[in-house]
Structure formats: structure tokens, C-alpha cells
């Protein structure tokens, strides 16, 4: 099992910026493609963002230009700037393999919520 554990949520108000990480256990994060995911309320959750394990990015249309996508292989870390946040991007947002695994837990995930 690789353990995936997100922080950086929180409260701010339309515009403003968060910048969320997430760092996975075990020694193989360095060698595989991740993403963030959101779940809005009542919605299911969705990728967001993507990154390769050589740096390539990818973004929802909803996000692009507002997001940014990075990682860290030496601190077994990947990190989300987001930035012109709006009231749509309230939700839960998680990290895991892009694709997910089918066979490894979910993290909590990390609340962020954007009010108008």
C-alpha cells in the first residue's frame, strides 16, 4: 500500500490562491504519473490536474491557466498551486496515480473551499 497524505486546504475568498501538497509513502512515487482530483458537492470526483513522471502536465479545461501542477521526486511530493480560485472549485481535493490505483486506499484528501 502506498499511503497518499494531501494538506494545504482551507478557506479563501474568491481570486485569492492556495497552494496544495501531497506526499506518498514507498519508493516508487518517482516513477509514476500523478494527478489531483476534486470531488465537489455532490458531484463525482474528477482529475483536475496531471503530471508524468517525467514533468508533462495536463488540465481540466476548467482549471487550465488558473492551476499548476508540480512535482518534487525527491521529497516523494506533488503539488498544486492554484491560483484565481473561484466558487466553483470548492470541493475535496485528493492525489493519487493518474490513472487511479484500483487496489490502494484513497488519502483523506484535503478540504478547500471558495466563497463569492
Known amino acids: 500500500q502506498v499511503q497518499l497524505v494531501e494538506s494545504g486546504g482551507g478557506l479563501v475568498q474568491a481570486g485569492g490562491s492556495l497552494r496544495l501538497s501531497c506526499e506518498a509513502s514507498?519508493?516508487?512515487?518517482?516513477?509514476?504519473?500523478m494527478g489531483w482530483y476534486r470531488q465537489a458537492p455532490g458531484k463525482q470526483r474528477e482529475l483536475v490536474a496531471a503530471?508524468?513522471?517525467?514533468?508533462?502536465?495536463n488540465y481540466a479545461d476548467s482549471v487550465k491557466g488558473r492551476f499548476t501542477i508540480s512535482r518534487d521526486n525527491a521529497k516523494n511530493t506533488v503539488y498544486l498551486q492554484m491560483d484565481s480560485l473561484k466558487p466553483e472549485d470548492t470541493g475535496v481535493y485528493y492525489c493519487?496515480?493518474?490513472?487511479?490505483?484500483?487496489?490502494?486506499?484513497w488519502g483523506h484528501g484535503t478540504q478547500v473551499t471558495v466563497s463569492s
Open positions: 503530471i508524468t513522471r517525467g514533468g508533462t502536465t
Open positions: 493519487n496515480k493518474d490513472p487511479p490505483w484500483s487496489n490502494n486506499d
Open positions: 514507498g519508493g516508487i512515487f518517482r516513477i509514476i504519473d
